[in-house]
C-alpha cells in the first residue's frame, strides 16, 4: 500500500494538505497520520502490530504487512536490512544512528515498532537523537525462469 503526501516542510512542520488527525474510535492499532513526524519518538507496542507505515523524505508513505516480514534480518553497524515477501519481495535498507538506532531493529524485528521517518534534508539531530538518514525499498523478487 502506498500514498503520497506532502506531509513535511524543511522545518520539519506538518503541512496542512495532509489528512487531518482522526479519532480512531477507540481503535489502539490506528495511527494518525500527523503524529508520524521525525521529531516524534513512536512507543513500542505490548503486542504485535499489523503493519508497518514508512515514511519517506518526500512524504510519500509506503506500508509494509510485518506478516511478510521473512526471517532472515541483518544489522551492521548504522545499517539495518528486513525483507518482506509477498507477492513480491522488499528489501527495507535503514542507514541511520544514534543510541537506540539498535532497539529499533529490535523491535521491528518483533513486529512491535510502528513507524519509520526518514529524516528529511536538512533536519537538524541533537545530542542523544536517533535518525534515520536514508530508507530504501528495493523490489527483489526472484526472477520468473
Avoid at 31 to 42: D, I, N
Avoid at 99 to 121: G, I, M, S
Avoid at 128 to 141: R, Y
Amino acid at each position: 500500500m502506498q500514498g503520497k503526501f506532502s506531509a513535511f516542510r524543511k522545518n520539519g512542520e506538518v503541512a496542512e494538505d495532509v489528512p487531518p488527525q482522526q479519532d480512531a474510535g477507540g481503535d489502539e492499532e490506528a495511527l494518525p497520520f500527523t503524529a508520524m513526524t521525525p521529531q516524534s519518538w513512536p512507543r513500542p507496542a505490548n503486542k504485535t502490530l499489523p503493519r508497518l507505515h514508512i515514511v519517506k523524505k518526500d512524504g510519500s508513505v509506503v506500508t509494509m504487512m510485518y506478516f511478510h516480514l521473512d526471517s532472515h534480518a541483518t544489522y551492521k553497524g548504522g545499517e539495518f536490512t528486513l525483507l518482506f515477501t509477498g507477492a513480491k519481495h522488499w528489501q527495507v535498507t535503514v542507514k541511520g544512528s544514534g543510541p537506540k538506532f539498535w532497539e529499533v531493529y529490535d523491535y521491528l524485528t518483533l513486529a512491535r515498532w510502528p513507524f519509520l521517518v526518514e529524516a528529511t534534508h536538512g533536519f537538524k539531530a541533537g545530542d542523544g537523537d536517533t535518525v534515520f538518514d536514508s530508507i530504501d525499498i528495493k523490489d527483489v523478487s526472484p526472477k520468473e525462469r
